[in-house]
């Protein structure tokens, strides 16, 4: 009893616990701690109080006043101590800030090891687990390629058979951090045949990514799930080889809702494993791939050429304040994406795609290949 009450005064207990109420997905538990102000105030506000909240009704409300939740974080907080787990509340700065960006993102992940979540550059790589060898070629060469350009690209997979694990140790060979998505806790590993890449990827910059907790049972659409993960967590996703059905193509589909780039290598006709691929390509549903080039060009991922010379610094006044905030983070960011742009300016998309337009329009901003913007 002792120790359910002196970590009661642990913000990662209430964190772990809002996901844990019956019924309150991610969306709600986010309005929730919105509208109360804060994750205490979600469990010390009245169900009267709560039952005025938009879109929490009787049956919600009542879930949440009445849970008893918080003797379940305090097992899992221990856990994580225990285990040496990185605990990550959506509104922690180290978040991942892409992942962030969208509406369905888990208030809560769990991370094994110290990847950047919000490195430069993130690529996922998703495909069928009944490789081909020509598919595990593509996995080979991209990586390979990638391995030797002047930046750093982290590379996030499933870690399961086929292109995922082969993603994975492709990665680790050319030295590139890589993170693995799972769909279940992190007190097990699904395939275990795969437990020696996933320490060697957590001893070299990467590690182990869930939004599920100890104890999980490991279920067929608890894969679907993840995937959101997976999608959310990049700037492009790239389908290497696919089926006209399955999780690949899941993935490439919610990218495509996160207003994310998708990428799909092809192949010949009649292979059962291109058919997904070419699928995406011919329906405008992914952008046709062959090389690293390809993805530098539409990316816009070309290495610096140094910096530029000293301009005389400009006035705006004939813009909007609204205006002006996209041009100061331009300013002083440099090229940014219309997702981390939004997320630095605290504005919604659907405000921010028409400022961009009409900067465009005055000619202060350019849009670039993957949804990059610069200042001119």
Same mark, same amino acid.
């Given at each position: ?12 207990? %209430? ?61 899992? +907080? ?57 598919? %595990? ?13 002047n930046y750093r690209v982290m590379v996030v997979s499933g870690? *399961? %058979? ?8 492709? *990665?680790?060979?050319?030295? =590139? ?8 806790? +992190? ?28 104890g999980s049972t490991i279920d067929r659409k608890h894969f ?13 996703? =790239?389908?290497?080889?696919? *089926? ?42 992914a952008a046709l791939i062959e090389s690293v080039a390809d =993805? ?13 010379? *000293? ?7 004939? =813009? ?20 981390? +742009? ?35």
């Amino acid at each position: 009893m002792v120790s359910f009450f002196r970590t009661m005064t642990d913000d990662r207990l %209430y964190q772990i616990g809002i996901s844990l109420i019956p019924l309150v997905g991610c969306i709600t538990a986010r309005n929730l701690v919105a509208y109360t102000g804060g994750i205490r105030e979600v469990f010390h506000t009245s169900e009267k109080e709560l039952r005025e909240i938009p879109g929490i009704g009787t049956v919600l409300a009542r879930n949440i006043a009445k849970s008893d939740v918080l003797k379940r974080a305090e097992k899992e +907080l221990k856990f994580i101590e225990k285990n040496q787990i990185r605990p990550l509340f959506y509104l922690d700065k180290e978040y991942p800030e892409r992942l962030k960006a969208c509406s369905d993102a888990p208030v809560m992940l769990y991370v094994k090891g110290e990847p950047d979540l919000n490195a430069t550059k993130i690529i996922s790589i998703v495909g069928t687990r009944s490789a081909t060898d020509y598919g %595990y070629q593509m996995v080979d060469e991209m990586l390979n390629d990638l391995g030797n350009r002047n930046y750093r690209v982290m590379v996030v997979s499933g870690l *399961a %058979y086929g292109i995922d694990i082969r993603a994975h140790r492709a *990665a680790l060979k050319n030295g =590139l951090p890589t993170v693995g998505v799972l769909a279940h806790g +992190l007190d097990k590993l699904y395939p275990q045949l795969h437990a020696g890449t996933a320490r060697e990827m957590v001893n070299h910059q990467g590690g182990l990514v869930t939004d599920f907790m100890s104890g999980s049972t490991i279920d067929r659409k608890h894969f679907i799930r993840r995937n959101r993960i997976i999608a959310g967590l990049a700037d492009a996703t =790239l389908v290497i080889e696919s *089926a006209h059905k399955g999780g690949a193509l899941v993935t490439a589909e919610i990218a495509n809702s996160y207003n994310r780039d998708v990428f799909a290598f092809p192949g010949r006709k009649g292979d059962a494993f291109s058919e997904g691929c070419n699928f995406l390509i011919k329906s405008n549903r992914a952008a046709l791939i062959e090389s690293v080039a390809d =993805l530098e060009y539409i990316m816009n991922w070309e290495p610096a050429k140094g910096r530029p010379d *000293a301009v005389q610094p400009r006035l705006f006044s004939d =813009l909007s304040e609204d205006e002006r905030v996209v041009i100061t983070i331009l300013e002083e960011e440099g090229p940014l994406a219309i997702d981390i +742009l939004c997320i630095k300016s605290g504005m919604p998309m659907n405000k921010v795609s028409p400022l961009l337009l009409n900067l465009e329009f005055a000619g202060l901003v350019k849009g670039l290949p993957g949804k990059v913007f610069k200042l001119l």
